[in-house]
């Protein structure tokens, strides 16, 4: 028996950033980059663990805006389409280097292999839905997947009218369920947002689970037994797992954490910033931004200008001492707390996905590191998911934690500054209005629902707490304000159209086309 | 930082006002929305009108010392409001008047204190200073006779507890060996939440 348990949890979500009306839209290379960086990389991981006969116990969280991009046809081409003219630069690389630059001519291997595999298993492995092969790992008993509020809506904020944080989350269940068959038992709050009180809509949708923050849990009352080893019970039944600090300041801290080691590789030295525009032309978008290429030869080196060239097998070799070092510190920390409780402890550590590739190109092989050496190098803990968790112990302490998040200061700040809390007003007179038009007309049919299950497409997209997040941090602003007032001001004019009687259907056939997440939304669910 | 907030709050109460006086002819016919240049959907880069045509204050909690409340007194209202009150209207200034909730001390609800805002402004954050605490404001008129004339009343929030909580539950009593450990550590100084607050460093 282990004394404890570790609980990795890697939350992967994107704000919906397609659109069809250009085929290079800048914001839709986000998720090209979350593609060939983190999510393809994940999964390879899981693929070697499962192929050296390495079970394994992770949480992954897919938000539904993020599943929904996935599963796009037009989005899967073009991401296809991205990667097919994208991977001859690597190609075109391994020969300049070896002539001018053969210092980085190892590393511009490596780039062409990984995009060459990148290639193929998009292509002809997974048959482009990534969804589908994350969902194979949940089959075989990796991973438990569950999902986020439907668009990724900051609930405590949206919480005024308490139909919109049902619509987000009944949205996301049932667009989970269309993909997975049943619904999740536990859902990523967006943010870790959570207000007292919410927990009652996730326990009438029949979720077992939800994560807080350290303090979410550390300042409930009455005060947690252990602390944020153990899940809390909320008054509807519903159970609250506190994220560790010790094993988050390790991944995550700037100063401390290990994706600032000097050997690992520098995510602001892209080739298309360094490379002669020219050159680079075909490969960067075609009005001449010059926009990530994903190739990068240079290593952290150090707090300084001067880069050196970046070395996979030194980098490959700190990935597996820092997630040897990483056991051991969940080894002590384990040990030390079991010594201490009547039950089992749990240590959540939640992530980022994206943090894992993209950022932190080395996170994907120091999580692979980590799993091989948790199995063979240590018996002191297991992997487990919250969901195992409460198979062994159900009974948990009830208490009640306070609104918090994990955003700056731990509250809702954040996405409540100056910057953005003029959204607030048009977003909860929307869903005020939502829910008027969802009881004046239950039963719609035909042109009319078409229409009412747009407006709530557009609510949803509105509510989006990656707008507000944007706005805050200052870049790409401009997008986050339009996407904002794009969608209000679609809502408005459906709303309008709904109820004059009159409505636009070339305009309503566009906005379809155009705001297609969740094909099978029901207005209803705004009654 | 508060000076920030409420500097950002006057520059958008003055464009909010603005943005009013521009929009608020009442019967403009609803035109249908003709395609600008760059616009994906016709109507779509529309200014936004700061009007529902709605009475309204709502409350909404920031962290455990700040609320924030936004308002709407319609064109309607307004006038009502100040055909009944003939001049005494033209002296009185508006005013938000913040409540306190107290359930456990006999008489329900208290006055914590007023705060003038100005003319046309239609948000205001408000440093309340008190976590655990729930609270419902009144926005009205501050009258020459130094009464207040209450129009909207908000919505109830409740503000979070920023610190561990007295109440022990004697069969979950905290182990102390655990909780020694976890006041050492600094969970409130630094945050690790986000990708793009990763990305600033």
């Known amino acids: 028996m282990p004394k404890g348990f570790l609980s990795i949890v890697l939350h992967a979500h994107l704000p919906y950033v397609r659109h069809p009306e250009d085929e290079h839209f800048l914001e839709e290379k986000w998720l090209y980059e979350a593609i060939t960086e983190t999510y393809i990389p994940l999964l390879k991981a899981f693929e070697n663990l499962e192929n050296d006969g390495i079970d394994f116990r992770l949480t992954l969280s897919l938000s539904p805006s993020l599943m929904a991009m996935l599963t796009d046809p037009l989005l899967q081409e073009r991401y296809l389409k991205h990667l097919d003219q994208i991977r001859e630069l690597p190609a075109k690389e391994a020969a300049r280097t070896k002539r001018e630059q053969n210092e980085l001519h190892h590393c511009a291997l490596m780039y062409q292999e990984t995009f060459e595999d990148a290639y193929k298993r998009y292509r002809y492995k997974y048959d482009k839905d990534l969804v589908k092969a994350f969902k194979r790992f949940q089959d075989l008993g990796f991973l438990e997947i569950i999902t986020c509020a439907g668009t990724h809506g900051y609930l405590p904020l949206l919480g005024v009218q308490r139909g919109s944080i049902r619509a987000q989350i009944k949205t996301a269940l049932d667009y989970y369920k269309k993909h997975f068959g049943e619904y999740p038992q536990g859902l990523w709050l967006p943010e870790c947002g959570y207000n007292p009180g919410d927990d009652w809509i996730l326990k009438d949708l029949g979720i077992k689970y939800f994560f807080l923050d350290t303090h979410g849990v550390l300042f409930a009352s009455p005060r947690p037994r252990y602390g944020i080893y153990a899940p809390i019970t909320c008054p509807s039944g519903v159970h609250a797992f506190g994220r560790d600090t010790e094993s988050s300041k390790q991944v995550w801290s700037a100063k401390e954490g290990y994706p600032g080691d000097y050997d690992y590789r520098e995510f602001y030295r892209d080739i298309a910033y360094d490379l002669d525009f020219d050159y680079i032309k075909p490969y960067i978008h075609p009005k001449g931004i010059r926009t990530d290429t994903g190739i990068k030869y240079y290593r952290v080196t150090g707090n300084t200008e001067f880069k050196e060239p970046y070395i996979p097998h030194n980098a490959r070799e700190k990935a597996s001492i820092h997630a040897g070092n990483f056991m051991f510190n969940r080894e002590k920390q384990i040990a030390h707390l079991a010594g201490h409780m009547d039950r089992p402890p749990i240590v959540v550590a939640p992530y980022d996905a994206e943090l894992f590739g993209h950022w932190w190109y080395e996170g994907p092989i120091w999580l692979e590191f980590l799993i091989r050496k948790i199995k063979f190098d240590q018996n002191v803990f297991d992997l487990a998911t919250p969901g195992d968790y409460l198979k062994i112990q159900p009974n948990n302490q009830p208490c009640q934690p306070p609104m918090s998040s994990w955003g700056y200061r731990g509250y809702n700040e954040y996405w409540l500054n100056g910057s953005n809390d003029w959204i607030y007003r048009h977003l909860h007179n929307l869903a005020s209005k939502m829910s008027e038009l969802a009881n004046k007309n239950p039963g719609s049919t035909g042109i009319k629902k078409r229409a009412l299950n747009q407006a709530t497409r557009e609510l949803l997209l509105a509510q989006s707490s990656d707008w507000a997040f944007i706005m805050k941090t200052g870049t790409m602003v401009d997008y986050a304000c339009k996407r904002t007032r794009n969608h209000i001001n679609r809502f408005k004019k459906l709303y309008g159209d709904i109820v004059s009687g009159d409505i636009d259907e070339e305009w309503l056939k566009n906005l379809e086309d155009m705001d297609n997440i969740f094909p099978d939304v029901n207005y209803e669910v705004y009654r | ?201």
């Open chain 2, 1 to 201: 930082m508060i000076e920030t907030i409420i500097f950002a709050g006057i520059i958008i109460a003055i464009i909010a006002v603005a943005t009013f006086r521009f929009y608020s002819n009442p019967k403009q016919p609803l035109k249908k929305p003709e395609k600008q240049s760059g616009e994906a959907v016709p109507g779509d880069d529309e200014p936004l009108l700061e009007r529902y045509d709605k009475d309204q204050i709502v409350l909404m909690v920031r962290d455990p010392e700040w609320l924030y409340a936004y308002w709407e007194i319609t064109a309607t209202k307004q006038k009502q409001l100040s055909q009944q009150l003939g001049n005494l209207w033209q002296s009185s200034s508006p005013a938000l008047r913040i409540y306190e909730v107290n359930q456990n001390n006999g008489h329900n609800n208290e006055i914590f204190f007023d705060i003038k805002v100005n003319e046309g402004t239609r948000n205001w954050y408000i440093h309340v200073g008190k976590p655990n605490q729930s609270f419902f404001i009144d926005l009205g008129r501050l009258l020459s006779d130094g009464s207040f004339l209450p129009i909207l009343r908000s919505n109830l929030v409740t503000t979070p507890s920023n610190s561990f909580s007295q109440e022990i539950d004697p069969q979950w009593p905290p182990v102390e060996a655990i909780w020694a450990m976890l006041r050492e550590q600094d969970y409130l100084d630094e945050f690790y939440g986000s990708l793009e607050s990763a990305k600033e460093r």
